[in-house]
């Protein structure tokens, strides 16, 4: 093993050197990072590099997802998780398309009225701080149904540089100094001795993670019992009830990721493969994607009053149908197909003028006859074979619950709070759910997530997602509809401005700086309200695109400390 750490070493090397060298134009279009056959995508250097070096020893995308995934818990432990869930699509290179679930479940004890006070009112925070907000992680599950089903190198070839990572410290970032400013306060009111993180660390120093080091080590010898039975389980276990909370032993044993259909659709001559339920992302994007379809957007103007008035419109009616259809398929029935049939979506934009916003209180979900009944990570990565994969990875809030396991090294979610926990109140998001999304032990809490691939003309031609709660799912949408619509290169796709509309609260979110006061006024004229001072970021997308000679174009998104990788 030892053996490998100098090799991998020189492939860093390689790959800062292409990195650095690379200025690229096709076509007049000033591109991002374009590497000839493979790339990694995501929110950290370390972890971009890592992923790229398993795809130069040969490995393929579902190996480098596998060690990028844990590596992101080393590097960007914001948002990186082996206490926190996703999920992934992927397209392999004959086509086949489909995806994997590995979301948190709500604890056995979990209760339907569990964060509500005795007048039935929700009590502030504990869906979302502390060891009450948790559910029962997926990422390891996960990974090792991937490695089961497609992995080509071993397991312990994907986890080593990881703890290799670990043990040798990861330099923090300016921005990430400002981020564990802001959110120290919490880590002390939440744990009971002080954690690693809980320090006045700035940029240029170099944290080492020992402890998550020796978890990595554990996951690497005994596969997923490593993190879900023996010595790890019984830290998480005994730390959790120490401070509080109800995961049992039981709960971690019975955790199973699952493979799923995606949701698959096509807008004009691109085919869309994307995360189904639990996760919204998919149907969510297939009904903006439809309610678009019958306009010839690319000649309104890339972020001009007539395409984000309409994006806007479709974007309200598909977040009412989420807040009242969708949930975890395991525990509820989902009229997927006519969710997403072009007729349904179609008909609930009958109702849209180019006079006058419509007012969401104005909308519900739509009737379907028979119908019974601040942190998240993205990844994208394509290898030389043609495979790629697009993951989601999530604590859920920035740093999750807080709670950080300090013997095993690792931060748990708050997902949680991804639940309605009473019909109508707002979540962290603002987002609304109903009977759908009830608490119920051992169900997966409703998701935004959605990592997605895309085809032209049956061939690979994105990966791409973002972090960002809600926002997600229109960040992936304009995303692609600025590589598509409106031609740009994949990181100018990324880097353009961004806006967002979630039916409730009625407004529509635009990116600071990113939109003039003459567009503004005339979106206020027609009755939309608007947010720009507020807004927090809209999505941070990490995409990669397959340029028309083959090659691949990295977009890695400048509002964070993203980077694209690759050979
Ligand atoms: O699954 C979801 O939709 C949320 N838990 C995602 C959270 C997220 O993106 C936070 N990042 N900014």
């Given at each position: 093993?030892?053996?490998?750490?100098?090799?991998?070493?020189?492939?860093?090397?390689?790959?800062?050197?292409?990195?650095?060298?690379?200025?690229?134009?096709?076509?007049?279009?000033?591109?991002?990072?374009?590497?000839?056959?493979a790339?990694?995508v995501?929110?950290?250097?370390?972890?971009?590099k890592?992923g790229?070096?398993?795809?130069q020893?040969?490995?393929?995308?579902?190996?480098?997802?596998?060690?990028?995934?844990?590596?992101?818990?080393?590097?960007?432990?914001?948002?990186?998780?082996?206490?926190?869930?996703?999920?992934?699509?992927?397209?392999?290179?004959?086509?086949?398309?489909?995806?994997?679930?590995?979301?948190?479940?709500?604890?056995?004890?979990?209760?339907?009225?569990?964060?509500?006070?005795?007048?039935?009112?929700?009590?502030?925070?504990k869906?979302?701080?502390?060891s009450m907000?948790?559910?029962?992680?997926?990422?390891?599950?996960?990974?090792?149904?991937?490695?089961?089903?497609?992995?080509?190198?071993?397991?312990?070839?994907?986890?080593?540089?990881?703890?290799?990572?670990?043990?040798?410290?990861?330099?923090?970032?300016?921005?990430?100094?400002?981020?564990?400013?802001?959110?120290?306060?919490?880590?002390?009111?939440?744990?009971?001795?002080?954690?690693?993180?809980?320090?006045?660390?700035?940029?240029?120093?170099?944290?080492?993670?020992?402890?998550?080091?020796?978890?990595?080590?554990?996951?690497?010898d005994?596969?997923?019992?490593?993190?879900?039975?023996?010595?790890?389980?019984?830290?998480?276990?005994?730390?959790?009830?120490?401070?509080?909370?109800?995961?049992?032993?039981?709960?971690?044993?019975?955790?199973?990721?699952?493979?799923?259909?995606?949701?698959?659709?096509?807008?004009?001559?691109?085919?869309?493969?994307?995360?189904?339920?639990?996760?919204?992302?998919?149907?969510?994007?297939?009904?903006?994607?439809?309610?678009?379809?019958?306009?010839?957007?690319?000649?309104?103007?890339?972020?001009?009053?007539?395409?984000i008035?309409?994006?806007?419109?479709?974007?309200?009616?598909?977040?009412?149908?989420?807040?009242?259809?969708?949930?975890?398929?395991?525990?509820?029935q989902?009229?997927i197909?006519?969710?997403?049939?072009?007729?349904?979506?179609?008909?609930?934009?009958?109702?849209f003028?180019?006079?006058?916003?419509?007012?969401?209180?104005?909308i519900s979900?739509?009737?379907i006859?028979?119908?019974?009944?601040?942190?998240?990570?993205?990844?994208?990565?394509?290898?030389?074979?043609?495979?790629?994969?697009?993951?989601?990875?999530?604590?859920?809030?920035a740093?999750?619950?807080?709670?950080?396991?300090?013997?095993?090294?690792?931060?748990?979610?708050?997902?949680?709070?991804?639940?309605?926990?009473?019909?109508?109140?707002?979540?962290?998001?603002?987002?609304?759910?109903?009977?759908?999304?009830?608490?119920?032990?051992?169900?997966?809490?409703?998701?935004?997530?959605?990592?997605?691939?895309?085809?032209?003309?049956?061939?690979?031609?994105?990966?791409?997602?973002?972090?960002?709660?809600?926002?997600?799912?229109?960040?992936?949408?304009q995303?692609?509809?600025?590589?598509?619509?409106?031609?740009?290169?994949?990181?100018?796709?990324?880097?353009?401005?961004?806006?967002?509309?979630?039916?409730?609260?009625?407004?529509?979110?635009?990116?600071?700086?990113?939109?003039?006061?003459?567009?503004v006024?005339?979106?206020?004229?027609?009755g939309?309200?608007?947010?720009?001072?507020?807004?927090?970021?809209?999505?941070?997308?990490?995409?990669?695109?397959?340029?028309?000679?083959?090659?691949?174009?990295?977009?890695?998104?400048y509002?964070?400390d993203?980077?694209?990788?690759?050979?």
């Amino acid at each position: 093993m030892k053996k490998l750490i100098p090799i991998i070493t020189l492939i860093f090397l390689f790959v800062q050197c292409k990195e650095n060298s690379t200025k690229n134009t096709q076509n007049n279009k000033i591109l991002g990072f374009v590497a000839d056959s493979a790339m990694v995508v995501s929110a950290r250097e370390e972890a971009s590099k890592i992923g790229v070096a398993i795809l130069q020893k040969g490995g393929n995308a579902f190996d480098a997802m596998v060690a990028t995934e844990l590596a992101l818990c080393v590097a960007y432990p914001f948002a990186g998780n082996i206490g926190g869930g996703g999920f992934m699509v992927y397209r392999t290179n004959d086509g086949k398309t489909g995806a994997l679930d590995y979301r948190e479940k709500a604890p056995l004890a979990a209760s339907k009225n569990m964060y509500l006070d005795e007048n039935g009112d929700v009590i502030k925070g504990k869906s979302t701080l502390g060891s009450m907000a948790i559910g029962i992680p997926g990422t390891v599950d996960g990974l090792f149904k991937v490695h089961e089903k497609f992995g080509t190198l071993p397991i312990s070839e994907l986890i080593q540089p990881v703890i290799d990572l670990a043990n040798k410290g990861v330099i923090v970032t300016k921005k990430q100094e400002d981020r564990l400013a802001k959110y120290r306060h919490f880590f002390s009111e939440v744990n009971d001795t002080q954690i690693i993180l809980d320090a006045e660390w700035k940029e240029g120093d170099t944290i080492k993670y020992l402890n998550l080091a020796k978890t990595l080590e554990r996951i690497r010898d005994n596969g997923r019992d490593g993190f879900y039975k023996g010595k790890t389980a019984e830290m998480l276990v005994n730390y959790v009830q120490k401070i509080g909370g109800i995961i049992t032993k039981k709960d971690l044993d019975n955790y199973e990721a699952k493979w799923r259909t995606p949701i698959e659709f096509t807008y004009k001559d691109l085919k869309i493969t994307s995360m189904s339920p639990p996760s919204s992302g998919g149907i969510c994007d297939a009904q903006i994607f439809k309610a678009l379809e019958p306009y010839d957007i690319s000649t309104y103007g890339h972020n001009s009053v007539k395409s984000i008035q309409l994006i806007a419109e479709a974007e309200r009616r598909a977040f009412a149908d989420r807040s009242f259809y969708l949930g975890d398929p395991d525990f509820v029935q989902i009229p997927i197909d006519t969710l997403i049939s072009a007729s349904y979506v179609q008909k609930r934009m009958e109702d849209f003028s180019w006079d006058k916003a419509t007012l969401s209180s104005s909308i519900s979900h739509g009737n379907i006859a028979g119908y019974e009944s601040d942190e998240t990570t993205h990844y994208s990565i394509i290898d030389s074979y043609g495979n790629a994969i697009s993951a989601t990875t999530t604590l859920n809030g920035a740093y999750g619950s807080k709670v950080y396991v300090s013997e095993g090294g690792f931060m748990l979610n708050n997902e949680m709070d991804d639940f309605s926990s009473k019909p109508g109140e707002p979540n962290m998001f603002g987002l609304i759910g109903a009977e759908a999304n009830s608490i119920e032990p051992g169900k997966r809490m409703l998701s935004s997530m959605t990592p997605t691939i895309v085809e032209k003309n049956n061939k690979l031609f994105m990966a791409v997602g973002s972090p960002g709660g809600s926002t997600i799912i229109t960040s992936v949408m304009q995303t692609i509809l600025n590589v598509y619509e409106f031609n740009f290169g994949m990181q100018e796709a990324v880097d353009a401005p961004r806006f967002h509309h979630q039916w409730l609260p009625d407004v529509v979110t635009l990116e600071p700086k990113g939109f003039d006061s003459i567009l503004v006024e005339k979106l206020k004229a027609k009755g939309y309200k608007i947010n720009q001072e507020n807004s927090r970021i809209l999505g941070k997308v990490d995409a990669i695109l397959v340029l028309p000679n083959g090659q691949l174009e990295g977009g890695a998104d400048y509002r964070g400390d993203d980077k694209a990788a690759g050979f």
